[in-house]
């Protein structure tokens, strides 16, 4: 192991030249590729933040007891999808609409007598905000006799499931391309270093060497290029989100965990192009 470990780090300094353009390319790939994920990493958050908007209101009929109006929270506070719930008046409901909608201000003073019902307002915990949740909350809650009606805003929580399953759909897909071309490219220039090595892994082979024992160091290498790589690229991420987050909007970085996660994974790719691209040399000879 000692002797592997040696000969990986050797090639550092047997060919600069060509470790540096390794680094540059897995840095370059890995760059573009967390470029994207904090791109979409934050249009999830966006999706998140309107996700949170998302409650269901049963507007009490106006001969609804106060006892009914508790019971019906009482119960609704029980469902497992719910987070909270809470009582709004008539005078709640008509204080708020003038605070609103400041402008009908004279149209409220005219009024004779409060036309807006009292209501529960029922918010949802994460993980219970798609359309086919609320609409189940929405329809259990329908079922009491003393509920006039239930509103969700339907139209656009659907819109918001059909752009939460568009971004998935995008992230994967999309994410899934920049992926493969980072490992091609890191593939392809990690080529370049075994046929600068050819003559050398040729002689291994004619005294005997096993596979696993001549690809050790290449992978070893790869693995600490592909962490290398992932550093470099980090650097350059980290700068690139504070000159926009300070001239244009703040937004969200990644997570210690998934930054160390990022790393790691450089190192793996790393690891794994250098093995696929030995596989082929030791394949031919």
Excluded: C
Excluded at 54 to 82: C, F, N, Q, S
Excluded at 83 to 97: E, G, M, N, P, T
Excluded at 261 to 271: D, F, N, P, Q, R
Aim: negative net charge; proline residues 3%.
């Amino acid at each position: 192991m000692k002797y592997t470990t040696r000969e990986a780090f050797f090639a550092f300094r047997r060919a600069p030249i060509l470790t540096a353009l390794s680094i540059v390319t897995i840095a370059f790939a890995l760059y573009t590729l967390s470029v994207f994920g904090l791109v979409w990493l934050n249009i999830e958050r966006v999706l998140e933040d309107v996700e949170e908007r998302v409650e269901v209101i049963a507007y009490l009929k106006d001969a609804t007891e106060p006892g009914e109006g508790a019971a019906l929270m009482r119960e609704v506070a029980a469902y497992p999808e719910v987070a909270s719930v809470a009582y709004v008046s008539r005078d709640d409901a008509l204080a708020r609409a003038r605070q609103d909608l400041g402008e009908y201000n004279e149209l409220y003073a005219d009024l004779e007598s409060n036309p807006l019902p009292a209501s529960v307002e029922i918010a949802l915990r994460p993980g219970f905000r798609r359309g086919d949740q609320v609409r189940e909350v929405a329809s259990r809650v329908m079922r009491f006799a003393f509920v006039e009606e239930v509103k969700y805003g339907e139209d656009w929580v659907q819109k918001l499931d059909f752009v939460q399953g568009l971004s998935l759909f995008l992230g994967l897909v999309v994410g899934g391309i920049f992926a493969g071309v980072a490992f091609i490219s890191i593939g392809a220039t990690i080529n370049l270093v075994l046929l600068a090595r050819e003559e050398e892994i040729a002689i291994m082979k004619m005294v005997g060497a096993t596979p696993i024992f001549i690809a050790q160091p290449f992978v070893i290498e790869g693995f600490a290029k592909g962490v290398i790589g992932a550093l470099v690229a980090l650097v350059l991420l980290t700068a690139t989100f504070s000159i926009i987050e300070s001239r244009v909007v703040t937004l969200e970085f990644y997570t210690p965990a998934q930054i160390v996660g990022g790393v790691v994974a450089g190192g793996i790719l790393g690891a794994i192009a250098s093995l696929a691209s030995l596989r082929r040399h030791l394949q031919r000879w």
